[in-house]
C-alpha cells in the first residue's frame, strides 16, 4: 500500500506562483512514477507532470516554461513549482504514482487563482 498526501494549495492571483508538495509512504522507495495530474471543474482529469519509471520528465504543453516537477528520492516527495499562474490553471490538484503496477490518487489540493 502507497498513500500520498498533497499540500501547498491555496488562492492565488493571476501572475502569482505556488509550490505544491506530494509525500508519499508505505511500499514506495523511488519517485519514478510520481506525477500531478489536474482536474477543472466540468472537466476530465488531464496529465500536468510526472516523472516516468525510468525517471525522465513529462510536462504538458499548456504548463511548460510555467510549471516545474522536481522530487527528492530520499524523502520519497514530489514538488510541483507553479509560477505565472493563470485563471484557467483553477483546479485540483492531485498527486498519482504508478508503483509495481499499481495505480495511486492522493485526496487532491485545491488551487485557485484570480483575475
Known amino acids: 500500500q502507497v498513500q500520498l498526501v498533497e499540500s501547498g494549495g491555496g488562492l492565488v492571483q493571476a501572475g502569482g506562483s505556488l509550490r505544491l508538495s506530494c509525500a508519499a509512504s508505505?511500499?514506495?522507495?523511488?519517485?519514478?512514477?510520481m506525477g500531478w495530474y489536474r482536474q477543472a471543474p466540468g472537466k476530465q482529469r488531464e496529465l500536468v507532470a510526472r516523472f516516468t519509471s525510468g525517471g525522465s520528465m513529462v510536462v504538458a504543453d499548456s504548463v511548460k516554461g510555467r510549471f516545474t516537477i522536481s522530487g527528492d528520492n530520499a524523502k520519497t516527495t514530489v514538488y510541483l513549482q507553479m509560477n505565472s499562474l493563470k485563471p484557467e490553471d483553477t483546479a485540483v490538484y492531485y498527486c498519482r504514482t504508478l508503483t509495481e503496477g499499481h495505480l495511486y490518487w492522493g485526496q487532491g489540493t485545491q488551487v485557485t487563482v484570480s483575475s
Open positions: 508505505g511500499s514506495i522507495f523511488s519517485i519514478n512514477g
